[in-house]
Nanobody, 119 residues
Framework: QVQVVESGGGSVRPGESRSLSCVAS????????IGWYRQAPGKERELVAR???????NYGDFVKGRFTISRDNAKNTVYLQMNSLKPEDTAVYYC?????????????WGQGTQVTVSS
């Protein structure tokens, strides 16, 4: 059974840093991509960063070098390092596991973790 669990959210002040973790398991036989998405009240969900099993990454245009996605395969964990946080980064951050192999594409979502950036 596929499981996706996020952690690491909380309240921070502008300019500070925060690291989020996503533990994803149950898809050993699949090709995969793990993505971080965020959604603020009244706004659409948007891609923050994504990494796949080959180590390729892509980022949302708004990141501008502030965020870094990385993986630790031994721990089945993907990290999102967020630096120079701004109030506009306030949102619920969700981890998504996108799985492909021979069958239909599948998506699994974590429960979300709140990040609040305010003075």
């Amino acid at each position: 059974q596929v499981q996706v669990v996020e952690s690491g959210g909380g309240s921070v002040r502008p300019g500070e840093s925060r690291s989020l973790s996503c533990v994803a398991s149950g898809f050993t036989r699949d090709f995969w991509a793990i993505g971080w998405y965020r959604q603020a009240p009244g706004k659409e969900r948007e891609l923050v960063a994504r990494i796949n099993d080959g180590g390729r990454t892509n980022y949302g245009d708004f990141v501008k070098g502030r965020f870094t996605i990385s993986r630790d395969n031994a721990k089945n964990t993907v990290y999102l390092q967020m630096n120079s946080l701004k109030p506009e980064d306030t949102a619920v951050y969700y981890c998504n596991a996108h799985l492909t192999l021979f069958g239909p594409d599948r998506d699994y979502w974590g429960q979300g973790t709140q990040v609040t950036v305010s003075s």
